[in-house]
């Protein structure tokens, strides 16, 4: 029998149901809330005031990233605080924005540390937490971890299955991370029966696997028709495959400014544009299949807060 049904996706956490709606479109915020250029620090000011900015103005969720190490061909450290460490804090000071993390490298961590954390934030967040998980594509971290790179693929699916059963009462499995017999149960539980996982990208997996597993796809920006299409082709995979019915999610760069008088501007994976600009695009994506937008503002040369209330004003009504 299979689960899948167009309008409706599966009920999971609080983060998940109140972030994710069919034929709709949310809008969210890559931390850090602050412009900064290639290869530079964020100085992480000010982010618990923005956030909880972002909060009462009525964004769906703030997204973290898992970046272990500095690699300076990759030009970014994210946050740099630890992921799991960060979520903890983020928990305590808001009360209703859903917590992403896009994504935890499956490869570089055990599964049972990974379980372990997310159930704790899910759990002391009142189910707020969204877990991005990831196979990793920078390979210079690989080796400072004694990981193989080349086999990262087989390894985020052992993990990920992991993950997956370890959440259960009193699990008995064998997999090659543990095989956690003989009467032991990790806890806390998940507010739900799990955390829900989406999955980024392809995650080095086939396309026959992914269909079946994820409760969500992260996926990178792209012209809206090749958007569409892919995402038509995943969702008839897990059609075919008897899964729920699962969101889409993707990440955008913006840098909004009133006073740029030309058409939009490519950006890296984003465009410099005025909020007219910005509606027209969400709205294409909405019509496509995109869940959720969650945008970075790093590029951004406005002033932040500023930009999120004329975001708050001119944007998210038509997405609430």
Request: proline content about 6%; charged content about 20%.
């Amino acid at each position: 029998m299979s689960l899948f049904k167009e309008n409706e996706f599966e009920s999971i956490n609080k983060a998940f149901n109140n972030t994710f709606k069919t034929n709709k479109l949310s809008l969210g915020l890559i931390i850090p809330l602050e412009s900064y250029e290639v290869g530079a620090h964020p100085s992480m000011s000010e982010q618990i005031e923005l956030i909880k900015l972002a909060q009462d103005l009525g964004f769906k969720a703030v997204w973290l990233r898992d970046i272990p190490f500095e690699v300076p061909s990759f030009g970014d450290v994210g946050q740099m605080y630890d992921p799991f460490a960060y979520l903890g804090y983020l928990s305590a000071k808001t009360s209703n924005i859903a917590l992403g993390v896009g994504s935890i490298i499956l490869p570089l961590r055990h599964p049972a540390h990974v379980a372990k954390a997310a159930a704790s934030i899910d759990e002391l967040s009142d189910g707020r937490l969204l877990l991005g998980v990831a196979s990793g594509d920078r390979p210079e971290e690989y080796p400072a971890l004694n990981k193989d790179f080349v086999n990262r693929g087989e390894k985020f699916r052992h993990s990920f299955e992991y993950i997956s059963q370890v959440w259960e009462e009193y699990p008995m499995f064998d997999n090659e991370f543990g095989s956690p017999y003989g009467g032991i149960d990790m806890l806390p539980k998940p507010t739900a029966k799990k955390v829900p996982m989406l999955i980024t990208g392809a995650s080095q997996q086939a396309p026959s696997w992914l269909a079946s597993n994820g409760d969500g796809w992260i996926t990178y920006p792209r012209n809206p028709q090749l958007q569409g299409k892919l995402i038509s082709q995943w969702r008839e995979g897990a059609k075919n495959s008897g899964s729920y019915n699962r969101p889409v999610s993707q990440s955008l760069y913006i840098d909004l400014d009133e006073d740029f008088a030309l058409s939009p501007q490519s950006i890296h994976l984003g465009y410099r544009l005025r909020s007219e600009h910005l509606l027209a695009h969400l709205k294409q994506l909405e019509s496509v299949g995109v869940n959720h937008v969650a945008l970075n503002l790093r590029f951004n040369r406005q002033d932040i807060r500023k930009t999120l209330e004329l975001l708050a004003k001119k944007i998210l009504p038509e997405f609430s």
